[in-house]
Structure formats: C-alpha cells, structure tokens
C-alpha cells in the first residue's frame, strides 16, 4: 500500500514537472534570441501584424493639443534588423572572433505615406518574454539610414561615438550613421579606432542574456519548488509528532496498574526456625563397641 507520502509527491512532482515543461517552452523566444542575430518569428509577428503600429500610436501618437506622430492607416514597417554592438575584447584592442555582441534589440524603419518618419526599436521583455515596443526616434534621416543596410550585414551601434555601421562578412565596415566616428567610405575593422563607452566602461551587452538569466532562475526556482514539495509531507509529520503533548500523568497511572513482581527477602540468621537447625546439623555417630578379652 502506497505511503500518504507517495501518494501526495508523485501527482505533485509530475504536475510540477509539467510547469517546468510549459516554462521552457515560453522561455524559447528568449534563448532563441541570445543565440543568433536573426530575427524571431514572434518578433517578426509584432511588426507586421500591426501590434507595433497600435503601440506606437498609443505612445507616441497625438495627445490632445495635437503634438505627435500621426500614425495612420498608411503607416508601413520596413526591413528588420538585429542590433548589435562592439565587444569588450575588440575596444580592448585584443585580436578576437566575436568582435560583436548581440543585443536584446531590434530595430524597424517606420514609413508613412511613404515618407521616413523614424525608426523603432522592438526588444522582448524578460518579465513577460513577449515583444514590445522599446522606444521611437522620430527621425527620418535615420529611418533613411537604416533601410539601406547592405545585405548579410550585421548592425552596429557605436554608443560612444553615436554612429550606426553596417559589419559585413568579409570584415568591412560600411558607415550608416557617422557620428563622430570620422567615417564616410568602407573600410576594413582592424583600421577603426573604437572608444569605449562613457565612463570608460564597454559598451558591450548582454545579448538578451536578461531572458537567459530569467530562464535559468525560472528553472531553478521549479527544481527547489519540487525539492520542497518532496521533504514537505515528511517535515510535516514530524513536526505534528513534535508537537503533540507527552501525558505524564497516562505513564504513572499505567506504571501502578501494573502488577507488582514479589521480590524474596532475605532472612536474617536469628530469624530461622530452631527445628531447621537441628535439622541441619549432623547426626553424631556411634562408637563402635571395643572387641572382647
């Protein structure tokens, strides 16, 4: 016959087992995003199911004096493009294979009419691991900017000299934005003086490594959560058995109900009876008579 025990862990483990299944599966998009610089189909979705188009409109369309961007029934989503920046070992000058880190971002030129109107940026939020809008830069010349990345190109945001580039396969750098950068014609990345960040720091990301430490505490909370589950019944009972309260007084009525075992006395010498010693002591044996003459 199954413990009360068993019978409470196991339906447990399996349902918690089933959460720790589901959890992986919402976290994917996340993981899949710090993986490669492509862009995610629910990322795609957000742009041209006119999600993001609804969101801008709510954040940045017109208040009530009329001040905002008109996001009409003509307003168009252009290319999608992974963001990018330099990594920490490239600014350091050290010779590396990943002179770039992903980011947990995206960025989309936005059109209306036809006409640039600026650029969003789409990120996947750790806390619900679903797309939404970042921010907006009403600029057209930088909506202009970003629709011409060559193609197979990686996008880079320079943050310390406010310059976009576009690094291609064969290591050449094509200037988007040039910020201070100085940069007007393609050249190759071993001849760019990188600046690191303000305040010396690197502008280096995470490379949406907030959705990946969301999974793994995700997982880890799921595998204590089974692990207490597991001890609880067990810790229960003991303590329910700690605290139950000890009848001295049940222990001292059973002790003198019990029946009492004789125990011989001992029997002083002056207490024996006469006729036990007489008894006792031995016959005195008769003389033989002598022989005659």
Request: avoid cysteine; aromatic fraction near 4%.
């Given at each position: 016959?199954?413990?009360?025990?068993s019978?409470?862990?196991?339906p447990?483990?399996a349902?918690?087992a089933?959460?720790?299944?589901l959890?992986?599966?919402l976290?994917?998009?996340?993981?899949t995003?710090?993986?490669?610089?492509?862009?995610?189909s629910e990322?795609?979705?957000?742009?041209?199911?006119?999600?993001?188009?609804a969101?801008?409109?709510?954040?940045?369309g017109?208040?009530?004096a009329g001040?905002?961007?008109?996001?009409?029934?003509t307003?168009?989503?252009?290319?999608?493009?992974?963001?990018?920046?330099?990594?920490?070992?490239?600014?350091?000058?050290?010779?590396?294979?990943?002179?770039i880190?992903?980011?947990?971002?995206?960025?989309v030129?936005i059109?209306?009419g036809?006409?640039?109107?600026g650029l969003?940026?789409i990120?996947?939020?750790?806390?619900?691991?679903?797309?939404?809008l970042?921010?907006?830069?009403a600029?057209p010349?930088?909506a202009?900017a970003?629709?011409?990345?060559?193609?197979?190109?990686s996008?880079?945001?320079?943050?310390?000299?406010?310059?976009?580039?576009?690094?291609?396969a064969?290591g050449?750098?094509?200037?988007l934005v040039?910020g201070?950068t100085g940069?007007?014609?393609?050249v190759?990345l071993?001849?760019?003086?990188l600046?690191?960040?303000e305040?010396?720091?690197?502008?280096?990301?995470d490379?949406?490594?907030?959705?990946?430490t969301?999974?793994?505490?995700?997982?880890?909370?799921l595998?204590?959560?089974i692990?207490?589950?597991?001890?609880?019944p067990?810790?229960?009972?003991?303590?329910?058995?700690a605290?139950?309260?000890?009848?001295?007084?049940?222990?001292?009525?059973?002790e003198?109900?019990?029946?009492?075992?004789?125990?011989p006395?001992?029997?002083?010498?002056?207490?024996v009876?006469p006729?036990?010693?007489?008894?006792?002591?031995?016959?005195?044996?008769?003389?033989?008579?002598?022989?005659?003459?």
């Amino acid at each position: 016959m199954p413990s009360p025990r068993s019978a409470i862990a196991v339906p447990l483990a399996a349902f918690l087992a089933t959460l720790f299944a589901l959890a992986l599966m919402l976290l994917a998009p996340a993981l899949t995003a710090s993986a490669d610089g492509s862009v995610p189909s629910e990322v795609a979705s957000y742009a041209t199911d006119g999600t993001l188009v609804a969101q801008l409109n709510d954040v940045y369309g017109p208040d009530a004096a009329g001040h905002g961007v008109d996001f009409d029934d003509t307003t168009k989503v252009g290319a999608i493009s992974r963001v990018h920046v330099w990594s920490a070992a490239l600014i350091a000058g050290q010779h590396t294979d990943h002179p770039i880190d992903l980011r947990n971002e995206w960025v989309v030129p936005i059109t209306i009419g036809d006409a640039p109107v600026g650029l969003a940026t789409i990120w996947i939020n750790p806390a619900s691991v679903r797309p939404e809008l970042a921010s907006f830069d009403a600029d057209p010349d930088l909506a202009i900017a970003l629709a011409a990345v060559p193609e197979g190109a990686s996008v880079v945001r320079d943050d310390a000299s406010r310059a976009w580039l576009a690094l291609g396969a064969d290591g050449i750098v094509t200037t988007l934005v040039a910020g201070s950068t100085g940069l007007s014609t393609p050249v190759p990345l071993d001849e760019i003086a990188l600046l690191p960040a303000e305040g010396g720091s690197s502008t280096a990301a995470d490379g949406g490594g907030s959705g990946v430490t969301l999974a793994v505490a995700v997982v880890v909370l799921l595998l204590l959560v089974i692990v207490v589950a597991l001890a609880l019944p067990g810790l229960l009972r003991r303590r329910k058995s700690a605290d139950e309260p000890h009848d001295d007084a049940a222990d001292v009525a059973a002790e003198d109900a019990a029946p009492a075992q004789a125990v011989p006395d001992e029997v002083a010498p002056d207490e024996v009876a006469p006729e036990e010693v007489e008894t006792a002591k031995p016959k005195p044996r008769k003389a033989k008579p002598a022989p005659k003459g």
